[in-house]
DNA sequence: TGTCTTTAATTGGTCAACCAATAATATTTT
DNA sequence: AAAATATTATTGGTTGACCAATTAAAGACA
């Protein structure tokens, strides 16, 4: 049950919230850029509690299009009302994401992380990862490998110089984890994984990117066509 | 000031929470796996309001590091007691992203969406990308200008049928606008994004994706030449 | 009349009490 | 003694009240 946002979506006194910001968009009674109503004045329109109404005020401040002052009041994004209605829209309609999808993106990301990282990590990064590995490698027989993994690939990550790269993979990786320990994926580990990791580093120190990208992509091959049959 | 984090990290007393979850664990209080304390217990501990460690919980789920049950309490994921440090511990330093790491984030998403679109797009996509962009021309001598190029881009993401990309890109966006609405850049239009548009379109519709995703990338090579000079 | 000061109302932030569901314990029954 | 049942305690979820800062309004003064 993968999530990017923040709110369990079953709980409906938040997306009644939503709704209402957007019906009110509609009928103009909410201009873009304005000032949006009080707190408790909403909770009380929609006889929810004002907790809900914070939640779904916050959630509209993670995405951007809110603003809020202390003591003073929240403001909406001035930005078209068409473009307001899409982005809430949008927002509600999040849901849980498919396997297939999000293991995609990881791969993505994770292939554009390694390149960033070929041209910006430092002796120290690379220090760094072949720690990991080795940290890998003395954990491959017990159960700690796959986080192990997951740490080595952290730290490629932070090679690459984008915190936000970074923090997506923050976000998803723990969701695929979840998702393949239910399905018994990756239970007995390959022997071909050492070397891949080994590659990687040895792609990294080289600087050469493009060898990088493919050892990524080699290495995250199996995941990748796991969750395509996993889809049908 | 854009963030990746749906607390803002300079109310100190939801950090305290994670610190303290930290330390926890570095003691072996907490076992990963394990129930973590209860709600009221850590708030009176820390001398803190529920409502931050609420927070603190809610964050720590988002990552997926925590799941809570109603009426029952919260387990921590049955990680090694590293990885979960290590992932408490970039929770933490989650601040601000710089601009650059934004806009590189967003070209390559935008490169993979439109590359995938080229693939998984069907007639119905197509015929609202066109109007999207239809709807772009006709705004395009007004402010408005900005929000319809970014309907653009998610009917593409929406045809890419990824919907975590989807979702980046929707978070990403809003905060690169903001960034250079401040900047002033993007004030006056260029009749080339006229044309840009159109050849993206033209590409998708031909399934050719590189010609789709160097024309993405043209396409937004003005805002990344823009980031990175700002970065320096 | 116009400006400054003072006061009252409104706002988001925080906290403590309450609710229903769960888990643990005590009690009864077989 | 063991199992089933009833009771109590604990849990996250929710609500309403309180707090300090801000804003708007009223009043005093020039």
Chains 1, 2 share one sequence.
Do not use: W
């Amino acid at each position: 049950m993968p999530m990017l946002s923040k709110f369990n979506h079953k709980e409906n006194a938040t997306v009644k919230v939503l709704k209402h910001l957007y019906d009110l968009i509609n009928e103009g009674k909410l201009k873009p850029g304005s000032k949006l109503p009080a707190e408790r004045k909403l909770a009380e329109e929609l006889c929810v509690g004002r907790t809900h109404v914070r939640n779904a005020f916050a959630e509209l401040e993670f995405y951007g299009i809110v603003k809020t002052f202390p003591q003073s009041g929240s403001v909406i994004a001035a930005i078209h009302h068409n473009a307001l209605q899409g982005l809430i829209s949008d927002i509600m309609s999040i849901e849980n994401y498919d396997f297939f999808s999000l293991v995609e993106t990881r791969l993505i990301l994770e292939m554009e992380s390694v390149r960033l990282a070929c041209e910006r990590a430092d002796e120290k990064d690379i220090e760094a990862l072949k720690l990991a590995h080795k940290d890998y490698l003395d954990n491959f027989h017990s159960p700690r490998r796959v986080e192990k993994d997951m740490i080595f690939h952290r730290v490629i990550a932070q090679a690459s110089r984008n915190d936000v790269i970074k923090s997506m993979l923050l976000i998803i990786t723990p969701d695929i984890l979840s998702h393949y320990v239910t399905k018994d994926f990756c239970s007995t580990p390959l022997p071909t994984d050492k070397h891949e990791h080994q590659i990687i580093i040895d792609a990294i120190e080289a600087r050469s990117s493009s060898k990088a990208v493919s050892a990524m992509r080699l290495h995250l091959d199996r995941l990748y066509t796991f969750a395509k049959q996993q889809k049908i």
